[in-house]
């Protein structure tokens, strides 16, 4: 049978041993591991939020009355598109008539229409700009945007508006825009057709 002085002995020994403090050394060097793994994870967690984010279309929300605007801007909940928007006729003169035809929009919601062009857009040039010998073309010296008019979309979402062009600026081959409402909620539908406008 062991000695009862021996084996408590080797209690307290052991005790001892558990309740001991590691080196002052190995403490730092713990702690400095579990910064880099806490920095480690941050980097991680970070670079994952930047990867799952949403992108997002372009185009802002249109103005029923007519008149100047700013360019467009990304916004969330925008989309864009230039597939189902038609233009009759495609071709006419600063203050013609343009008729536009499209889809894609919530049942009775305002379709705004508008002509937008970009920085360095060709302007059309006047009569007596086209006799002048040797003149470059004149150039856009900014983006804008003009709100035309609006309609509401019809119970299929279609639509149809009769729009008539500024005559200034006048812009060679500007964009014409239809901005509505989709049927999922909190969207909104960009379409552009392109256009081409010759001097009156």
């Known amino acids: 049978m062991a000695d009862p002085e021996h084996s408590l002995r080797n209690l307290v020994e ?11 050394a190995d403490l730092r060097r713990r702690a400095r591991r579990r910064r880099t793994f806490r920095g480690a994870a941050t980097v991680a967690a970070a670079a994952m939020a930047v990867a799952v984010l949403p992108l997002v279309g372009s185009g802002r929300s249109g103005s029923s009355a007519p ?16 597939k189902s928007l038609v233009v009759s006729p495609a071709e006419t003169v600063p203050g013609g008539t343009i008729t536009l035809e499209g889809t894609g929009c919530a049942l009775g919601k305002p379709v705004s229409f508008g002509i937008r062009w970009d920085r360095g857009a060709k302007l059309s040039l006047s009569m007596e700009e086209q006799k002048a010998q040797g003149q ?8 804008g945007s003009y709100a035309l008019t609006s309609v509401n979309a019809r119970a299929t979402g279609s639509f149809e508006a009769r729009v008539t062009l500024p005559t200034t600026p006048v ?16 969207h909104q539908l960009t379409q552009y057709v392109s256009i081409l406008v010759h001097s009156a």
């Open 171 to 186: 812009i060679n081959k500007p964009r014409l825009w239809a901005r509505c409402q989709t049927p999922a909620p909190s």
């Open 14 to 24: 052991e005790g001892t041993r558990a309740s001991r403090q590691p080196p002052v």
């Open 136 to 143: 470059p073309q004149a150039t856009a010296t900014a983006g």
């Open 67 to 82: 008149g100047p605007t700013a360019p467009s801007a990304l916004q969330p909940g925008v989309t864009e598109s230039t």
